[in-house]
């Protein structure tokens, strides 16, 4: 058939057959598939699939993948086998299982092992603290975007080019937590780097080149390579001359931000891992995720909305109608604006922007799914396909916001919706950007309506690992700003004297002469500061007394705000109290830094005194300010998260404590139970196992004596009159309305005292898993002096009695005013029956299912307002509240009564009624007014744990009995102006049938 002459095949015969041999021996014995890896492409040895790719995987390869071989596919690049993980579950799954591994190095997105643990653990625990992603940073946020709208407001109309528009911006965010600073505008250095700055699209890890042994030596002479290239090498070069900066500038150094943390940590050098060269590879990693991420979707979000005019209309119509037009939209509305919520994920998901997500490596050979994987290999996770298929999206080839969306209206998640990655290496950065893609978008478009001018590009799927954000030019036209009135009564004097014609006849001269007099003082001595906010008449010396002798009662505070509006004065002797009220204001004034000091109180001053032998009048951390106070509530905070606070793996401990307290509720057999104090051994002791290692049994001696008598937040005034006298405390304890509270006060230090000591005799508890035993180790490092003993004590009395008064007082309300209303009652145990049952005990999982216990749960809180004005914060430089003029060590009080008890913000607010906290299909609805645990940067430290702790001791209370009044001596005490105190009385238990 075929020309050949049998010379031929009988000379080339043999050759052949060896050839054919050894390339089969090879590919059998060097190469090939591994045996029962998964199915794929042909891996051949050396090129793997190459002959299948020639360029590499392409988009379409990718995607065709799934469709072929399943939910787990392969292919090989040169000598990496990979492995493309698909379908929603088995992703989850996967990336619970297999390990962390990326490939080693520095930083902590290419780091692996110990090392990325270590790192990311550190960098999260501190940017935490600093703030990230946490409501509390939302004024830096708005400061920034402030300036970006006022920027393009100055465009008036004229097209703007989009690409690069939001980075600024957004890097700053992150930079004043990283870096302790930001870049202005027109900052030569930045300008420039952003011009060339690339993005992931721009760096594909699937190309055959990246795969080649020693490339990286030849990178920079690549024709197709030498840009990126660059890129890095000159992003490089920048972040180590700001970090150069950095380290020169003393201010910075000391200040409170994240390299300045991760610098005292290199200082240690307790750990080889924390050095400089890791610090450049942090500073990198944040620099580019923070800037560009973020960014993209920002620019892909205007895009997509301004294609879409019936989208931008209906997020700026909730916008109206939710947030209005006289207030800036805050993160606290996002629960109310859900087809805004709905907008934002359908732009992240239509943008894809890291569609498979960055590789993860096998440390180990081991088994996914039955399949053999060695170690070594690829992992890559097919988020595209979860994020683009109609399996799991009711539109999932247009941009619709309706695919988050129930047939209600209401935002409705989807396990598919993962743009942020999915397992253990999930990007660290996702509560930064949700809360800042929040703010942008509804700040945005409250303010403007945007029009696409032209598409240079759409968004560029050429990248099969990352997208890339169209680059377009829009107009942005701004809205009108609709403006509600403020009613402010006149700030003149609130009275009118009557004269008789008499008085004015004999008594003038004298009169003008007392008159002149006092105007004089006035002026000279004590005037009102010039532009302070508007209030009672403050003299010289004696502040406001004379309108108020007895200080200020609570309904001399809550007319202040109808009289003077959101922001009024006082004063008492030589202090000024300046009170904030709205609950926007109470978010606006209390976020800022210069308003988180103490001022000092005689009930901290006294009690340091005699905690430290006279040695100090600064130490525990609700009292005092600064740096001492931030570094004794991160140490706090830090440490009682790692020993379970707040946290549900910490609620066996908390039903352990119920079901003993329920014990002995049981064995009453339905005698009247005095309820003063029932609660405060159980909440103590939940406590108290986590901060001493230890709790306290029923019939100890020494704490059943201290309860009976034990201090409460209403037992101190700290505006009366007494306590703001200069001196006063050389006479205390012989004042007789004094003296009392500070016997109470004396009893808590002396059992505080013998506490530590007992703790420090007991080798057992040092070397515990406590709190306490963590702050000793800390004193012993002797790295900073404000960790030591009296410090030490004066935070485990903080701890003891905030643990044990604040939730025991609620929970004493609770049962006190669900007593008195039967219907409540009743409601909280039917909803328990049917989504709990009885044969087993509520847990925090049950919560988001439990709407009418969590909405009575929180009426009793609002009802009870425990602390009506909080405790008080002092500004610690002059400043700006509203336009006003604060001076250095004013006052400043917040308002949480008015937020409480202010029909503004309530249906119901004069009485007890779960309803003012559920919309009208009985869904638990939340209330930016309900703020029981004070507001801004110093709210209550210990919010999860109480949170936690109410839930349980509720639901498993309620659930085993019904509660009757029997006798009440005192309802909801009001008569102290700060706090008040739970009801005294007495109530019957009966067990329900299980």
Same mark, same amino acid.
């Given at each position: 058939?075929?020309?050949?002459?049998?010379?031929?095949?009988?000379?080339?015969? =043999?050759? $052949?057959?060896?050839?054919?041999?050894?390339?089969?021996?090879?590919?059998?014995?060097?190469?090939?598939?591994?045996?029962?890896?998964?199915?794929?492409?042909?891996?051949?040895?050396?090129?793997?699939?190459?002959?299948?790719?020639?360029?590499?995987?392409?988009?379409?390869?990718?995607?065709?993948?799934?469709?072929?071989?399943?939910?787990?596919?392969?292919?090989?690049?040169?000598?990496?086998?990979?492995?493309?993980?698909?379908?929603?579950?088995?992703?989850?799954?996967?990336?619970?299982?297999?390990?962390?591994? @990326?490939?080693?190095?520095?930083?902590?997105?290419?780091?692996?092992?110990?090392?990325?643990?270590?790192?990311?653990?550190?960098?999260?625990?501190?940017?935490?603290?600093?703030?990230?992603?946490?409501?509390?940073?939302?004024?830096?946020?708005?400061?920034?975007?402030?300036?970006?709208?006022?920027?393009?407001?100055?465009?008036?109309?004229?097209?703007?080019?989009?690409?690069?528009?939001?980075?600024?911006?957004?890097?700053?965010?992150?930079?004043?937590?990283?870096?302790?600073? @930001?870049?202005?505008?027109?900052?030569?250095?930045?300008?420039?780097?952003?011009?060339?700055?690339?993005?992931?699209?721009?760096?594909?890890?699937?190309?055959?080149?990246?795969?080649?042994?020693?490339?990286?030596?030849?990178?920079?002479?690549?024709?197709?390579?030498?840009?990126?290239? #660059?890129?890095?090498?000159?992003?490089?070069?920048?972040?180590?001359?700001?970090?150069?900066?950095?380290?020169?500038?003393?201010?910075?150094?000391?200040?409170?931000?994240?390299?300045?943390?991760?610098? #005292?940590?290199?200082?240690?050098?307790?750990?080889?891992?924390?050095?400089?060269?890791?610090?450049?590879?942090?500073?990198?990693?944040?620099?580019?995720?923070?800037?560009?991420?973020?960014?993209?979707?920002?620019?892909?979000?205007?895009?997509?909305?301004?294609?879409?005019?019936?989208?931008?209309?209906?997020?700026?119509?909730?916008?109206?109608?939710?947030?209005? @037009?006289?207030?800036?939209?805050?993160?606290?509305?996002?629960?109310?604006?859900?087809?805004?919520?709905?907008?934002?994920?359908?732009?992240?998901?239509?943008?894809?922007?890291?569609?498979?997500?960055?590789?993860?490596?096998?440390?180990?050979?081991?088994?996914?799914?039955?399949?053999?994987? =060695?170690?070594?290999?690829?992992?890559?996770?097919?988020?595209?396909?979860?994020?683009?298929?109609?399996?799991?999206?009711?539109?999932?080839?247009?941009?619709?916001?309706?695919?988050?969306?129930?047939?209600?209206?209401?935002?409705?998640?989807?396990?598919?919706?993962?743009?942020?990655?999915?397992?253990?290496?999930?990007?660290?950065?996702?509560?930064?950007?949700?809360?800042?893609?929040? &703010?942008? /978008?509804?700040?945005?478009?409250?303010?403007?309506?945007?029009?696409?001018?032209?598409?240079?590009?759409?968004?560029?799927?050429?990248?099969?690992?990352?997208?890339?954000?169209?680059?377009?030019?829009?107009?942005?036209?701004?809205?009108?700003?609709?403006?509600?009135?403020?009613?402010?009564?006149?700030?003149?004097?609130?009275?009118?004297?009557?004269?008789?014609?008499?008085?004015?006849?004999?008594?003038?001269?004298?009169?003008?002469?007392?008159?002149?007099?006092?105007?004089?003082?006035?002026?000279?001595?004590?005037?009102?500061?010039?532009?302070?906010?508007?209030?009672?008449?403050?003299?010289?010396?004696?502040?406001?007394?004379?309108?108020?002798?007895?200080?200020?009662?609570?309904?001399? &505070?809550?007319?202040?705000?109808?009289?003077?509006?959101?922001?009024?004065?006082?004063?008492?002797?030589?202090?000024?109290?300046?009170?904030?009220?709205?609950?926007?204001?109470? #978010?606006?004034?209390?976020?800022?830094?210069?308003?988180?000091?103490?001022?000092?109180?005689?009930?901290?001053?006294?009690?340091?005194?005699?905690?430290?032998?006279?040695?100090?009048?600064?130490?525990?951390?609700?009292?005092?300010?600064?740096?001492?106070?931030?570094?004794?509530?991160?140490?706090?905070?830090?440490?009682?998260?790692?020993?379970? $606070?707040?946290?549900?793996?910490?609620?066996?401990?908390?039903?352990?404590?119920?079901?003993?307290?329920?014990?002995?509720?049981?064995?009453?057999?339905?005698?009247?139970?005095?309820?003063? @104090?029932?609660?405060?051994?159980?909440?103590?002791?939940?406590?108290?196992?986590?901060?001493?290692?230890?709790?306290?049994?029923?019939?100890?001696?020494?704490?059943?004596?201290?309860?009976?008598?034990?201090?409460?937040?209403?037992?101190?005034?700290?505006?009366?009159?007494?306590?703001?006298?200069?001196?006063?405390?050389?006479?205390?304890?012989?004042?007789?309305?004094?003296?009392?509270?500070?016997?109470?006060?004396?009893?808590?230090?002396?059992?505080?005292?013998?506490?530590?000591?007992?703790?420090?005799?007991?080798?057992?508890?040092?070397?515990?898993?406590?709190?306490?035993?963590?702050?000793?180790?800390?004193?012993?490092?002797?790295?900073?002096?404000?960790?030591?003993?009296?410090?030490?004590?004066?935070?485990?009395?903080?701890?003891?009695?905030?643990?044990?008064?604040?939730?025991?007082?609620?929970?004493?309300?609770?049962?006190?005013?669900?007593?008195?209303?039967?219907?409540?009652?009743?409601?909280?145990?039917?909803?328990?029956?049917?989504?709990?049952?009885?044969?087993?005990?509520?847990?925090?999982?049950?919560?988001?299912?439990?709407?009418?216990?969590?909405?009575?749960?929180?009426?009793?809180?609002?009802?009870?307002?425990?602390?009506?004005?909080?405790?008080?914060?002092?500004?610690?430089?002059?400043?700006?509240?509203?336009?006003?003029? /604060?001076?250095?060590?004013?006052?400043?009080?917040?308002?949480?009564?008015?937020?409480?008890?202010?029909?503004?913000?309530?249906?119901?607010?004069?009485?007890?009624?779960?309803?003012? $906290?559920?919309?009208?299909?009985?869904?638990?609805?939340?209330?930016?007014?309900?703020?029981?645990?004070?507001?801004?940067?110093?709210?209550?430290?210990?919010?999860?744990?109480?949170?936690?702790?109410?839930?349980?001791? $509720?639901?498993?209370?309620?659930?085993?009995?019904?509660?009757?009044?029997?006798?009440?001596?005192?309802?909801?005490?009001?008569?102290?102006?700060?706090?008040?105190?739970?009801?005294?009385?007495?109530?019957?238990?009966?067990?329900?049938? #299980?």
């Amino acid at each position: 058939m075929f020309p050949w002459g049998a010379g031929l095949v009988g000379a080339w015969l =043999p050759t $052949f057959l060896m050839v054919l041999f050894t390339t089969l021996l090879v590919l059998t014995v060097f190469g090939g598939r591994p045996k029962n890896f998964p199915p794929g492409l042909m891996i051949l040895p050396v090129v793997g699939s190459l002959l299948s790719m020639p360029l590499g995987p392409s988009v379409e390869m990718l995607r065709g993948l799934r469709k072929k071989y399943g939910d787990i596919s392969s292919f090989a690049i040169f000598g990496t086998r990979m492995v493309v993980v698909s379908g929603v579950s088995l992703m989850k799954e996967v990336n619970r299982i297999v390990t962390e591994g @990326r490939s080693p190095g520095i930083g902590i997105i290419g780091s692996s092992g110990q090392v990325w643990q270590e790192q990311r653990r550190f960098m999260l625990h501190h940017l935490r603290d600093l703030g990230f992603g946490k409501s509390s940073y939302e004024p830096v946020m708005i400061e920034e975007i402030a300036e970006l709208m006022d920027l393009i407001t100055k465009e008036e109309g004229s097209p703007l080019e989009m690409r690069r528009l939001f980075n600024r911006s957004v890097i700053n965010i992150l930079w004043a937590m990283v870096m302790g600073q @930001r870049y202005h505008y027109g900052d030569a250095k930045l300008e420039k780097l952003m011009v060339n700055l690339g993005q992931p699209a721009d760096f594909n890890a699937l190309t055959p080149a990246y795969h080649i042994p020693h490339l990286f030596k030849f990178m920079e002479y690549l024709p197709r390579h030498s840009s990126g290239y #660059k890129f890095i090498r000159t992003l490089s070069d920048f972040l180590k001359k700001e970090i150069k900066d950095f380290m020169a500038d003393e201010e910075l150094r000391n200040g409170d931000n994240f390299t300045a943390l991760f610098l #005292k940590e290199i200082e240690k050098k307790e750990n080889p891992n924390f050095n400089m060269d890791q610090l450049a590879g942090l500073v990198f990693d944040l620099f580019v995720a923070g800037m560009e991420t973020t960014s993209s979707t920002l620019t892909a979000a205007v895009n997509l909305i301004s294609k879409h005019p019936e989208v931008q209309r209906r997020m700026q119509e909730e916008l109206d109608e939710v947030v209005g @037009r006289d207030r800036l939209p805050t993160f606290s509305d996002v629960e109310r604006l859900p087809y805004v919520q709905a907008t934002i994920n359908e732009v992240q998901r239509v943008l894809n922007l890291i569609k498979y997500s960055l590789p993860h490596q096998t440390n180990e050979d081991c088994k996914l799914c039955g399949y053999d994987i =060695p170690k070594g290999t690829w992992l890559l996770t097919n988020l595209d396909d979860a994020l683009r298929n109609s399996e799991y999206w009711k539109n999932a080839t247009e941009f619709d916001p309706q695919n988050f969306l129930d047939e209600y209206g209401k935002y409705k998640k989807n396990n598919a919706f993962m743009p942020f990655g999915v397992g253990k290496r999930v990007c660290a950065g996702e509560p930064l950007a949700r809360l800042e893609l929040f &703010l942008f /978008i509804t700040h945005l478009y409250q303010r403007f309506t945007f029009t696409l001018v032209e598409e240079h590009k759409s968004i560029v799927e050429t990248n099969p690992m990352f997208n890339s954000p169209p680059e377009y030019s829009a107009i942005a036209k701004c809205r009108p700003i609709i403006q509600t009135s403020t009613n402010h009564n006149s700030r003149g004097m609130s009275s009118v004297l009557a004269w008789n014609a008499g008085l004015v006849g004999a008594w003038l001269p004298t009169f003008l002469l007392v008159l002149f007099t006092t105007l004089l003082l006035l002026s000279v001595l004590g005037r009102r500061p010039k532009n302070f906010p508007p209030g009672m008449m403050i003299l010289p010396v004696v502040g406001s007394l004379l309108s108020m002798p007895f200080g200020p009662s609570v309904e001399i &505070l809550r007319g202040l705000r109808k009289k003077y509006g959101d922001i009024a004065s006082f004063g008492i002797f030589g202090t000024r109290v300046v009170l904030v009220s709205g609950v926007s204001v109470m #978010k606006e004034v209390f976020a800022l830094r210069n308003t988180t000091d103490r001022p000092e109180m005689i009930f901290t001053t006294v009690r340091n005194r005699i905690l430290t032998d006279g040695r100090t009048t600064e130490v525990g951390i609700g009292a005092v300010s600064g740096q001492l106070w931030q570094e004794q509530r991160r140490f706090l905070l830090h440490h009682l998260r790692d020993l379970g $606070f707040g946290k549900s793996s910490y609620e066996p401990v908390m039903v352990e404590e119920i079901s003993e307290l329920m014990e002995c509720m049981s064995k009453e057999k339905g005698r009247p139970l005095e309820m003063r @104090r029932l609660f405060n051994r159980s909440v103590i002791n939940i406590l108290w196992a986590m901060v001493m290692g230890r709790r306290y049994p029923y019939g100890h001696v020494k704490l059943n004596k201290l309860i009976h008598s034990f201090v409460q937040p209403a037992d101190f005034n700290i505006l009366s009159p007494v306590q703001h006298i200069p001196h006063i405390l050389k006479i205390m304890e012989y004042i007789p309305t004094e003296k009392e509270g500070l016997t109470k006060l004396r009893n808590i230090l002396t059992f505080v005292k013998e506490e530590i000591k007992e703790f420090m005799a007991d080798e057992e508890l040092r070397n515990g898993d406590n709190f306490t035993a963590l702050y000793l180790k800390e004193i012993e490092k002797k790295a900073n002096p404000n960790f030591n003993m009296d410090q030490l004590m004066g935070v485990i009395f903080d701890l003891f009695v905030a643990g044990m008064e604040t939730t025991s007082s609620t929970l004493t309300t609770a049962v006190n005013l669900i007593a008195k209303h039967p219907h409540v009652q009743r409601r909280v145990q039917e909803e328990l029956d049917e989504v709990v049952g009885r044969n087993r005990l509520p847990s925090f999982s049950d919560m988001e299912r439990l709407p009418y216990v969590q909405a009575t749960i929180h009426e009793v809180q609002r009802v009870l307002s425990l602390a009506k004005f909080a405790v008080p914060h002092m500004t610690s430089e002059d400043c700006k509240l509203g336009g006003y003029d /604060i001076p250095k060590g004013t006052w400043l009080m917040a308002n949480l009564d008015d937020a409480l008890k202010n029909s503004e913000y309530w249906k119901n607010a004069r009485e007890f009624d779960p309803q003012n $906290f559920l919309d009208e299909n009985g869904k638990y609805k939340r209330n930016n007014a309900f703020m029981p645990f004070g507001v801004g940067k110093r709210a209550c430290a210990g919010e999860p744990l109480a949170r936690l702790e109410l839930f349980l001791f $509720f639901t498993h209370l309620f659930q085993r009995f019904t509660f009757t009044l029997v006798e009440e001596q005192k309802p909801i005490i009001e008569t102290n102006p700060t706090f008040n105190a739970a009801p005294e009385y007495t109530a019957s238990v009966k067990c329900r049938p #299980k």
